[in-house]
């Protein structure tokens, strides 16, 4: 790959636009180096974005398409982030710390999104409503028209293309904000609408300062509906200018979610579930696979088998090829060294890991604790690191009071062989979506979210594309 720009810029009505609040500098937290700077988005910034949206959704270029037109431009914007997999990959390597591998992942989960809704494209239609013989009536779907999507940083690419994908193939115009932290490779998403023909002010990509940029733009008054995926406390500020406004508002927020593990569950499978549940993404996963609820018949044999993981992963800068990269930064790093330090001094044990490497960058050990009492705050607050809880059960009433017992409800897990079971703890457990078998199970046609401090609204699947769609019903009364 050609050397990097030393400034990136934000993208806004189809022009690249160097921001009005200076530059960020955005650092490898593998080796605290500099990777570039970008051009930060002012409030003035933000209103020329979303003015530009306006303007395009006014043209009524999208929404007067035949649906399989903008389908095609939206697959197309998947096919322009494969046929760039590998440098825009290298771009998020270098401002996330995660491997090359996971960053190539996240590249074509993105892509997939965007395949996914082209998809969907033709599938929206409305019904007739039968009133009689003197009416006809009929529903329509139509976009609500400026979108505005905030995101983290922990998969911003993939997070995007998660709400721009049904936003776009719904004739929406899009105003994203990009997070501080990972903004380079997010412009990528620029590029990929501009390649796919897109109108100007269609997709406007801004990175800037939360309480300035993201605080300007969820509080806009000209914006129609919001997605925010971030933190609980952000996403209260988020509800909070949502209902000031009068927007709907979809929020994806963090989660604390717990695989409960019946004593017939195969364990071969839970390890594997436990490797990618919480060590991939060094654990910066909302629906992270952060505690394990396991039977006390299988307690020890499980612990041991889980350290013996832990302790055999590799961490390293993408150069090493590691099985686990650094954190996103050194906050980050001092973020989950506290909650760790905090759970040894009440008593927790960590059987492996529970600090920081002992070298430069934001690396940390992959961690295992047991005797984890549901009161400490490492069994119910978010980390958000490579980080696992064991916790014990002896029936199945105890493990869902366990399992539940926080006030998040993201993702829950069930590992077992016994039908009647699963379905039992399934039914029980609070959450938007529950894993038998396997984290992770599902996909991109799932739908995805949580309730009580996780968020509310779901995206991914076809709920996903009803985000972004009101009905209108059409009464027609015959002479
Ligand atoms: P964050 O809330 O700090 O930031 C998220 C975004 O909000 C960033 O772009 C930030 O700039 C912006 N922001 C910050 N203050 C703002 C304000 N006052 N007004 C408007 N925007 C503002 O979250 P983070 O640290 O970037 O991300 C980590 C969190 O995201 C974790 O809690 C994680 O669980 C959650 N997350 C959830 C999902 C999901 O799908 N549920 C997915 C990924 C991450």
Redesign the pocket.
């Known amino acids: 790959m050609s050397q990097l720009p030393a400034l990136w810029r934000n993208y806004i009505n189809g022009q690249w636009h160097t921001g009005q609040s200076g530059n960020l500098s955005v650092d490898n937290p593998a080796n605290l180096s500099k990777v570039a700077d970008i051009t930060l988005a002012s409030p003035e910034d933000v209103d020329s974005a979303v003015a530009a949206a306006r303007a395009c959704h006014n043209s009524a270029v999208l929404p007067a398409m035949r649906p399989v037109e903008r389908g095609r431009m939206v697959r197309k914007m998947g096919d322009y982030l494969l046929e760039n997999c590998d440098e825009i990959a290298t771009v998020l390597t270098l401002e996330t710390g995660k491997p090359l591998d996971e960053a190539k992942g996240e590249i074509q989960g993105a892509a997939r999104y965007f395949e996914y809704y082209a998809n969907q494209a033709e599938t929206l239609d409305g019904r007739a409503i039968p009133l009689g013989k003197d009416y006809i009536d009929y529903t329509v779907y139509e976009p609500f028209g400026v979108t505005a999507h905030?995101?983290?940083?922990?998969?911003p690419i993939e997070?995007i293309a998660r709400s721009v994908a049904p936003a776009l193939v719904t004739g929406n115009t899009c105003v994203i904000?990009?997070?501080?932290?990972t903004p380079l490779a997010c412009t990528y998403i620029a590029k990929a609408a501009e390649f796919s023909g897109f109108p100007a002010g269609a997709v406007n990509i801004l990175c800037?300062?939360?309480?300035e940029a993201?605080?300007a733009?969820?509080n806009h008054p000209d914006i129609d509906q919001m997605v925010?995926?971030?933190?609980?406390?952000?996403?209260t500020?988020?509800a909070e200018a949502a209902a000031r406004n009068l927007v709907p508002c979809v929020l994806?927020?963090?989660?604390k979610s717990a695989a409960i593990i019946c004593e017939d569950a195969d364990l071969d499978s839970v390890v594997e579930s436990v490797r990618w549940g919480i060590f991939y993404n060094a654990g910066q996963?909302?629906?992270a696979l952060s505690r394990i609820i396991v039977h006390q018949d299988i307690h020890d044999e499980l612990l041991q088998r889980l350290t013996h993981l832990a302790e055999n992963l590799s961490v390293g800068s993408h150069d090493e090829n590691p099985d686990m990269g650094s954190l996103v930064s050194m906050d980050q790093q001092r973020r989950v060294a506290d909650f760790c330090q905090q759970a040894q001094q009440a008593g927790a044990i960590a059987t492996t890991g529970g600090a920081p490497l002992d070298r430069p960058g934001a690396f940390f050990q992959p961690t295992v604790f047991s005797q984890v009492t549901a009161n400490m705050a490492i069994a119910t607050e978010?980390v958000?690191g490579p980080v696992l809880t064991v916790q014990s059960f002896a029936d199945d009433t105890a493990a869902i009071q366990l399992a539940n017992s926080t006030e998040y409800s993201?993702a829950g897990g069930v590992f077992s062989n016994d039908l009647q079971r699963i379905m039992r703890l399934s039914q029980q457990l609070k959450a938007g979506q529950v894993y038998v078998n396997e984290w992770y199970a599902g996909g991109v046609e799932t739908p995805?979210?949580?309730t009580g401090k996780?968020?509310y609204g779901r995206?991914k699947g076809r709920e996903g594309l009803m985000n972004y769609v009101h009905s209108k019903n059409v009464a027609i009364r015959l002479k």
């Open positions: 905030i995101v983290p940083w922990n998969f997070m904000k990009t997070p501080e932290l800037g300062y939360g309480h993201g605080a733009l969820s925010f995926t971030g933190s609980v406390q952000t996403g500020l988020i994806e927020l963090g989660g996963v909302c629906s978010e958000f993201l995805f979210g949580g996780s968020g995206e």
